[in-house]
C-alpha cells in the first residue's frame, strides 16, 4: 500500500515527484521542484513565464481561481473549467479488451474529455503497447506483504491521458495475449493473485494522479492533483474506495475527491474465501462491508469476501450501463445476483452506454470493402454479404438473408440457446455465422455447426476484429439471445451499420431496441444458467421467422433507416455522465464547455497499437 512515507521517498529520485504529500502546505520552493519534475516527453524543464503564473496562483490555493486567471493573463483559451477524471478498469480497448468493458473505458473518456474535462485512464499495461512511453515515475506500493514497484507508461490519445501500470503480475503473465489473458490463462480459470494483481492497479490509480506531471496538451498541464473524480469500474477496482479512505482521507490527501463505481456485469463479483481479506491490508472496520455468506463451495464453503459488494457500499454513487439493468439489479436476488439487498439500499443509476462512432464507422471502417452510409445502405449491403459468405465459406448469395451472432461464449449471452434453437428454424431461406470466444464446450458447439448445416451455419471460435466488422456490416440481423444484458454494444454497432437487432428483452437491449421500429424483441429469457429452457428456445425460433417474414418487405426498408438515424455515439451518455459527476461536489468541478476548443483534440483518431 503506498504510504505518505513511501511517496515522499519519491522526491529523492529525480523522475519521482512529491506533489501533494504534504497536501495544502507546499512551499514557493516546493511547487517550483513539482514543475520542474520529469516528464513524459520533456525531460527536465525550467521553469517558464506559465509555471511561475501557476506556481502564484497555486499559493493562493485557489485551483479555480487560478483556471480563470491564467485564461485572462496568458491569452490562451483554457476550454472550461471542467473536472478531473480518472477512469480505472482492467481493459481499456483498443489496447486492452475482452469485451465491453474495454470498449467502454476506450470510448467513453474521450467523450468526457470533448465536454472539456481532464481525463485519464489508468489500466494495466499487459503488452508492449508501441505507442504509450515509459514516464520514469516509479511508485512503490504494499500488497499482501511485500513491496511492489510499479511503473508508468502514458500516451495522449483523443484527449485523454492513457496510463498504464507496468508490473510483471501483467506483463508477463499477458504478454502477447491480450485478448484472452487478462484474467486467467483460460475463460473460467482466474489467476491465483488477482487479488493481488488488481489491488495493485487500484493503489497505482490512487497514486497516478498524485505523481504524473502530464504535459499532454495545452489546455491542461501539471499533475491532476487531488480534486479528482475517479471512476471504478466493475469488481476489479473496488479497493479504490476503500485505500482513499484508509490511506489518504485520514492524512488530509484527496480530501474532497470522490468515488463513482460502476457496474457492467453484477455476475462477475470477486468472490474470495474469507480469509483473503488480510490479504488486503484493510483495516478491521471495512470486514463487514466485503463480508459475503452464500451457498456456494467456489472458491471456499461459506464466509467469504466480496469486493464488489463493498465497492457498491464504500463508494459514494453506484451507476450501472443502463436504466433497465439498474431496475432489474434491484428487482431481487436472481437479477441483483444476490447483491440486489445492497444495492435497493445504495440505490442505482442507469446510464445506457453509448457506441465508439469513430472504431464503428460504415463510412471509413477499414475491416470492410465498401463504405456506405444510410442513403447507400441498400447498394452496399448485398456486396459486403457477398464478401462475408465468402470469407466463411458459406454458399455467395445476396438473397439468403444472414444472421449474425458476435460475443463472449458465457452463459449470458445464449450462445447455448441459439445453437438449440438453430434445428427450429433453418430450413428457413437463411444462413447463420457466429463468432465467439469463451468457455470450451460452447466454442466446440460452434465449431460443429459446419459439419452439421455445412450450406447454412458457420461457427467461428476466435476472438477476430476484422471478422467482427464484417459481420456487423454483412450481416442483416444480428441476434443477441443473453439471458441477461447490462447494456450490450453489439446490437448499437449492428444498428449504426444497417444491421437489423433481434434481442432478448433484458437490460439494456430492452432501452435500445425498439419492437417493429429498430428491431425484434424476443421476450426475456430464464436467468438460471444451468441448463437451455425450452420456451426460450421457442422464442428465438418464432421471433427469428418473424424477422425473416419481415426481410425484403418495405416494413423492414423502414426499420433500417430507422435504426440508422439513430444518434448511438458517447455524445448523450457523456452528458448524462457529467451531470451525475458534477454532484458529487469534487470541489472545483465545473461543467465542462462543449468542446469547440478541445474537442478537435478528443476527436483525433486512436492508432491502433
Ligand atoms: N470473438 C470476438 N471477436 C471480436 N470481437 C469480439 C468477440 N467477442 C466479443 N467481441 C467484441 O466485444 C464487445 C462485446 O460487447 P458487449 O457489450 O456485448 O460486452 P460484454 O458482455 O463483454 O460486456 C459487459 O460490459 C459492457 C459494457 O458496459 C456491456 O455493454 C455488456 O452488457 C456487459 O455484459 C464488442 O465490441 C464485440 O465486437
Ligand atoms: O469485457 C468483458 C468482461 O470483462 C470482465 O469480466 C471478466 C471478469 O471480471 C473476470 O472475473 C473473469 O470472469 C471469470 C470469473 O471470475 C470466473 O469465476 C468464471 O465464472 O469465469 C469467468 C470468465 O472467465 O473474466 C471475465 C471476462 O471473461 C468484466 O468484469 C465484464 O463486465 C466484461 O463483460
Redesign the pocket.
Known amino acids: 500500500m503506498a504510504t505518505v512515507a513511501a511517496a515522499s521517498n519519491f522526491a529523492s529520485t529525480s523522475s519521482l515527484v512529491n506533489y501533494g504529500v504534504t497536501s495544502g502546505a507546499e512551499s514557493k520552493a516546493k511547487l517550483g521542484r513539482m514543475f520542474k519534475c520529469t516528464t513524459a516527453h520533456e525531460g527536465l524543464r525550467p521553469l517558464n513565464q506559465v509555471d511561475e503564473l501557476r506556481v502564484k496562483i497555486w499559493q493562493a490555493r485557489s485551483y479555480k481561481t487560478f483556471k480563470s486567471r491564467y485564461a485572462r493573463s496568458s491569452g490562451i483559451i483554457v476550454c472550461g473549467s471542467g473536472m478531473n477524471l480518472v477512469f480505472v478498469g ?2 481499456v480497448g483498443p489496447w486492452s ?6 470498449d467502454v473505458l476506450g470510448g467513453l473518456p474521450p467523450a468526457m474529455a470533448a465536454n472539456g474535462h481532464r481525463v485519464m485512464t489508468v489500466s494495466p499495461r499487459y503488452d508492449q503497447y508501441k505507442d504509450a512511453w515509459d514516464t520514469d515515475v516509479i511508485v512503490e506500493l504494499k500488497v499482501g506483504d511485500q513491496k511492489e514497484k510499479v511503473r508508468f507508461y502514458h500516451c495522449y490519445k483523443r484527449g485523454v491521458d492513457r496510463v498504464f501500470v507496468d508490473h510483471p503480475l501483467f506483463l508477463e503473465k499477458v504478454w502477447g495475449k491480450t485478448k484472452s489473458k487478462i ?2 490463462p483460460i ?2 480459470d ?1 489467476y491465483k493473485d488477482n487479488q493481488v494483481r488488481f489491488s495493485l492497479l487500484c493503489q497505482a490509480a490512487l497514486e497516478a494522479p498524485r505523481v504524473l506531471n502530464l504535459n499532454s496538451s495545452k489546455y491542461f498541464s501539471g499533475p491532476y492533483g487531488e480534486d479528482v473524480v475517479f471512476i471504478a469500474n ?3 477496482t473496488a479497493l479504490i474506495p476503500c485505500y482513499l479512505k484508509t490511506i489518504y482521507k485520514p492524512k488530509g490527501i484527496y480530501k474532497s475527491a470522490r468515488v463513482a463505481f460502476c457496474i ?2 453484477i455476475a ?1 463479483q ?1 468472490r474470495f474465501g474469507f480469509t483473503d481479506f488480510s490479504l488486503l491490508n484493510l483495516p478491521d472496520e471495512f470486514k463487514s462491508s466485503f463480508e459475503f455468506v452464500d451457498g456456494y463451495e467456489k472458491p471456499v464453503k461459506g464466509r467469504k469476501i466480496n469486493w464488489m459488494k463493498a465497492g457498491i457500499l464504500e463508494s459514494d454513487k453506484v451507476f450501472t450501463v443502463s436504466p433497465y439493468y439498474a431496475q432489474e439489479l434491484v428487482s431481487g436476488v436472481e437479477k441483483g445476483v444476490e447483491l440486489d439487498n445492497i444495492l435497493r439500499k445504495t440505490g442505482i443509476t442507469g446510464i445506457v452506454n453509448g457506441m465508439d462512432v469513430q472504431e464503428w464507422n460504415p463510412l471509413t471502417d477499414k475491416y470492410v470493402g465498401v463504405k456506405y452510409d444510410a442513403s447507400t445502405v441498400t447498394d452496399a449491403k448485398p456486396l459486403l454479404k457477398e464478401a462475408l459468405q465468402a470469407e466463411v465459406g458459406l454458399p455467395v448469395d445476396r438473397n439468403i438473408p444472414v444472421i449474425g451472432f458476435i460475443g ?1 461464449l ?1 452463459e449470458q449471452k445464449g450462445s447455448d440457446i441459439l445453437v438449440a434453437a438453430i434445428p427450429h428454424f433453418i430450413k428457413e431461406n437463411v444462413q447463420i455465422i457466429v463468432l465467439g470466444t ?1 468457455k470450451k464446450p460452447m466454442e466446440k458447439q460452434l465449431e460443429q455447426l459446419e459439419t452439421i448445416y455445412p450450406d447454412k451455419a458457420r461457427g467461428v471460435a476466435k476472438f477476430n476484429v476484422p471478422l467482427a466488422h464484417m459481420i456487423i456490416a454483412g450481416a442483416d440481423f444480428i441476434l443477441v439471445p443473453s439471458r441477461f444484458e447490462p447494456c450490450g454494444l453489439i446490437q448499437l454497432h449492428a444498428m449504426r451499420y444497417g444491421t437489423v437487432p433481434i434481442v432478448a428483452s433484458t437490460g439494456g437491449l430492452v432501452d435500445t431496441v425498439k419492437e417493429g421500429f429498430t428491431g425484434f424483441q424476443m421476450g426475456g429469457f430464464n436467468v438460471e444458467c444451468d441448463a437451455v429452457d425450452p420456451a426460450d428456445v421457442t422464442a428465438v425460433a418464432t421471433t427469428v421467422k418473424r424477422a425473416l417474414t419481415a426481410y425484403g418487405t418495405p416494413a423492414f426498408t423502414e426499420i433500417i433507416k430507422n435504426v440508422m438515424a439513430q444518434e448511438l455515439s458517447w455524445k448523450e451518455p457523456a452528458k448524462k455522465w457529467e451531470k451525475e459527476l458534477l454532484s458529487l461536489g469534487v470541489d472545483g468541478s465545473e461543467s465542462g464547455i462543449e468542446g469547440e476548443e478541445i474537442a478537435p483534440l478528443a476527436k483525433e483518431n486512436v492508432a491502433t497499437p
Open positions: 482492467t481493459e479488451k475482452t469485451g465491453g468493458l474495454g484474467y486467467g475463460a473460467g482466474d466493475d469488481w476489479h457492467h456485469n462477475y470477486g463472449r458465457e469463451g
